[in-house]
């Protein structure tokens, strides 16, 4: 089991120590199943604790405002190129602290504010920053929002060209965080050549099926690509943006010194240790297992009676509503927290309950795969979370901490990643 040894910080702050301790136990005992999380290597471990946190950089390599840059900007520009070759991209930018400041560094590069903006809304699968109401971007811009079709789950694009021709935005953004199916980049892309808008392509959730061929990209479609790097990607919590060379002059702007100061230099560091492993051929396998997983657990859940929200997915992710199953989203995650499975409750579209008390609960492959589990593990969990929501539904505590020791019994044999 990794259990991180922390001599300093046992011997500084050994309160703290022991809490890390406890969540690296934790993270080994569950089964870890929201969609955005993953497990990343040693090394992207090791690179992110080193002292190059100690160091400023506001800049960019060669361009810098503080001295002492002389390995500062080698790492940076391993990691640029890194990402260059792997997403085959003309311009990248590492230094956006997470995935929110990188897409308002993309309304801060083409927007002025008051500006239209397209997006999809939050529960539709959409995310905050694609302009929905209480985000800064459906503030302080025009937001127009698309969603998917009650009866497919799916974008309906021809709705959206004409919602794009009505409303004229400057921005669209297609992607998201809840969406189980494949992105269609070039039919998104023609919408929006069709009414002059930037097209953005937020791939936060699905980078890692991307770079290794597990969905297509929208390299040659979208004109900017915004993403984390910590979900499929398998990297520090970070993010990038990437463009082509027309706009590599505003999105550099936007992020420094437009929006942020000095890069977190260690993240980029463990960035670059990422895109090093994801630019390998096992990293082609873990992508393409991620999507077989997904894709049998799926299988097992339809055949226990759940309703996923499209009838299934094509990547990482599952979405579904548990009204068929009478219980509500939160109280299952809870449930199934309690059990052993670590998911998060997640609006549905159209959903008739509140996003604080929703329907539904959406979890991912990602994590999973990383430890080693493959497409015959997934009937097995399928039955557990059949079994933790029918044990909440009648207050089954003892059911709940069984299956919780089964799943911690079938963990032993997938360590973490050391
Ligand atoms: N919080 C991320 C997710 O869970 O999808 C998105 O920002």
Redesign the pocket.
């Known amino acids: 089991m990794h259990v991180p040894a922390l001599p300093a910080l046992t011997i500084v702050d050994p309160q703290l120590a022991a809490l890390v301790r406890a969540e690296a136990t934790r993270q080994h005992e569950t089964l870890r199943m929201?969609?955005?999380e993953n497990y990343v290597s040693a090394a992207v471990l090791d690179a992110t604790g080193t002292i190059l946190t100690n160091k400023y950089s506001e800049g960019y390599p060669g361009r810098r405002y503080y001295e002492g840059q002389r390995f500062i900007d080698p790492i940076e520009t391993l990691a640029i190129d890194r990402a260059r070759t792997l997403f085959g991209v003309d311009h990248v930018n590492v230094q956006p602290y997470s995935?929110?400041p990188a897409n308002l560094a993309v309304y801060l590069a083409f927007l002025e504010p008051g500006d239209t903006v397209m997006g999809m809304a939050l529960p539709m699968g959409g995310?905050?920053t694609h302009g929905w109401s209480v985000s800064a971007t459906g503030r302080w811009f025009r937001a127009v929002q698309y969603g998917v079709r009650r009866d497919t789950g799916r974008v309906d694009l021809d709705e959206m060209r004409d919602l794009a021709r009505r409303e004229r935005p400057k921005l669209i953004f297609c992607g998201g965080?809840a969406m189980p199916r494949t992105i269609d980049f070039p039919a998104f892309a023609s919408i929006a050549r069709d009414v002059g808008a930037v097209l953005v392509a937020d791939i936060?959730?699905i980078a890692g099926l991307v770079a290794g061929g597990a969905h297509p990209s929208p390299v040659g479609h979208a004109d900017v690509i915004s993403t984390?790097t910590h979900k499929t990607l398998r990297g520090p919590r970070g993010a990038m943006l990437m463009c082509t060379a027309a706009h590599a002059r505003a999105i550099d702007k936007a992020v420094f010194p437009g929006l942020q100061g000095g890069p977190h230099n260690h993240t980029t560091a463990a960035i670059a240790v990422a895109l090093h492993e994801a630019a390998q051929p096992s990293f082609r396998d873990y992508a393409r297992q991620i999507v077989a997983n997904a894709q049998a657990l799926a299988e097992a859940l339809l055949a226990r009676g759940f309703d996923l929200i499209s009838g299934g997915t094509d990547n990482h992710l599952i979405l579904i509503d548990l009204t068929n199953k009478g219980l509500g989203g939160k109280p299952a995650a809870a449930a199934l927290d309690r059990a052993g499975i670590e998911l998060?409750y997640n609006t549905v579209p159209y959903d008739t309950r509140k996003p604080f008390d929703p329907s539904g609960i959406r979890l991912g492959t990602a994590a999973l795969t990383t430890r080693g589990l493959r497409e015959s593990h997934m009937p097995d969990i399928a039955r557990w979370m059949d079994e933790a929501i029918a044990a909440r539904r009648r207050d089954d505590e003892t059911s709940l901490d069984r299956i919780a020791a089964e799943i911690r019994e079938l963990l032993i044999d997938f360590p973490l990643p050391c």
Request: hydrophobic content about 35%; proline content about 0%.
């Open positions: 929201i969609a955005s995935g929110s995310h905050l965080t936060a959730h984390t998060n």
